[in-house]
């Protein structure tokens, strides 16, 4: 009997100890369906940030239609559900926003938008990198556009949706190489609330790092929101060449049993023919290589943007598993003109569930079998004892 009764608080406190995830391991709160989305966040520390919920998209729904289902919005960070979010603390729920005022190191973690009623589950998480200038390049944090030279070019200001959302008085600050830009309208034009800069008759010399800036009021605080983007000019020799834009990060962070999508993006160049697109595993085919169909290659997407043709071609991961983190992963983009490959690797992102799935039963294991072992060794003289510690 008191085997028994050890055994029970032994549990117990383990539980205790391990609290929360362990009760997460039956509970019905865990989502049947988790997506990695493949984009992930890279801002510097210090500004303010939002982070926009994916899982709308992937229901193909808006905010909006939550007031009409009985579905509920919760946010979670590395998969637990407690953290501190509110009205007067610096990170705030707004609809499908998660906000940041401002961002600080510490909020570097994975962040999943859940979305659920009483039938159905959706987990999308994204990986929200804050860093600090002085650690990271900027070819790291920088978004890439491309342009033709002897064309002028209309620069945008990417990612600031969460921004000019909810202001009306969006001015920015347009900066390259760290020097202020005059909107004098002969090579450069910003107009007012726009969040574009009018570049004139490009050449080679307007390549480099621009930096945009917005400045704002919140809640009596002025603070300063900056993306920064790398010009890359093409010569016009080279106009028709195929372009990978994305992925523009190299390493995808993704956990195991998770769906994963990463879209190749292709800028077709400026009137290039017969460009294809594909994806290659190990240097095999993706239908040759996963045979089972786990990971497999969307068909051909063409979309027409402000800049030009984009192609593209998706990788799914049914269910991410460990061997795409050992394997190499190439999108490749040729066309009449050329060539261009970039790779892609995948890595683990920590996911506590798999750690405390794998660790919980086998410290209790150890720590039964030890028990046992200890109680059969004093009291093996016990018979009844014998028989109860067996079980
Ligand atoms: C989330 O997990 C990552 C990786 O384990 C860790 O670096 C980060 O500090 C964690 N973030 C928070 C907010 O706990
Ligand atoms: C739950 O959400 C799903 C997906 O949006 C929807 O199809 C279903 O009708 C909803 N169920 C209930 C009971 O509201
Ligand atoms: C993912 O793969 C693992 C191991 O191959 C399997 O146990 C699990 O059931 C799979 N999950 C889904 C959602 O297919
Ligand atoms: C690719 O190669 C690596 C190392 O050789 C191996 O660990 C991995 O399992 C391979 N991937 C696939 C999908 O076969």
Redesign the pocket.
Same mark, same amino acid.
């Given at each position: 009997m008191k085997v028994l009764f050890l055994l029970i608080t032994v549990g117990h406190s383990l539980s205790d100890t391990f609290g929360f995830s362990v009760s997460r391991l039956d509970s019905p709160e865990q989502c049947q369906n988790r997506i990695t989305h493949f984009k992930g966040y890279y801002v510097l520390g210090g500004e303010p940030a939002a982070i926009q919920c994916p899982t709308f998209s992937y !229901?193909q729904?808006q905010y909006s239609d939550l007031s009409e %289902? %009985?579905?509920d919005l919760v946010w979670s960070r590395n998969y637990s559900e407690n953290f501190n979010v509110g009205e007067e603390s610096r990170i705030q729920a707004k609809e499908d926003l998660l906000w940041f005022f401002p961002t600080k190191k510490e909020d570097t973690g994975t962040y999943s938008c859940i !979305?659920r009623?009483? %039938?159905?589950c959706l987990e999308v998480t994204v990986h929200f990198n804050v860093m600090a200038l002085t650690e990271v390049t900027l070819a790291d944090i920088a978004y890439g556009q491309i342009t033709v030279e002897q064309h002028s070019f209309q620069m945008n200001c990417p990612d600031m949706g969460a921004f000019t959302r909810t202001h009306t008085d969006v001015n920015l600050r347009w900066l390259k190489d760290g020097n202020l830009l005059s909107n004098d309208g002969k090579k450069y034009e910003v107009l007012d609330g726009s969040t574009h800069i009018h570049i004139k008759d490009v050449n080679k010399e307007d390549e480099g790092y621009y930096t945009c800036e917005y400045t704002f009021t919140h809640d009596n605080k002025e603070y300063s929101v900056s993306r920064i983007i790398s010009l890359q000019v093409i010569a016009q020799e080279k106009r028709d060449h195929p372009i990978i834009v994305q992925p523009s990060h190299k390493t995808i962070a993704a956990s195991i049993g998770s769906k994963l999508t990463i879209p190749c993006k292709v800028f077709t160049g400026f009137g290039g023919s017969n460009l294809i697109v594909w994806w290659l595993a190990n240097g095999t085919y993706i239908n040759e290589i996963f045979e089972d169909g786990r990971v497999t290659e969307g068909s051909f997407q063409e979309t027409k943007e402000s800049d030009g043709i984009y192609i593209e071609v998706t990788l799914f991961f049914e269910n991410v598993s460990e061997e795409d983190f050992s394997t190499d992963f190439k999108c490749i983009a040729s066309n009449d003109y050329g060539t261009e490959v970039l790779p892609t690797q995948i890595r683990q992102a920590a996911s506590p569930f798999s750690w405390y799935l794998a660790a919980v039963p086998a410290i209790l294991i150890c720590l039964i079998v030890a028990i046992i072992s200890i109680c059969k060794y004093r009291k093996s003289s016990d018979k009844k004892q014998y028989s109860l510690a067996k079980y």
């Open positions: !229901l729904m %289902s %009985s579905q !979305l009623n009483s %039938s159905f």
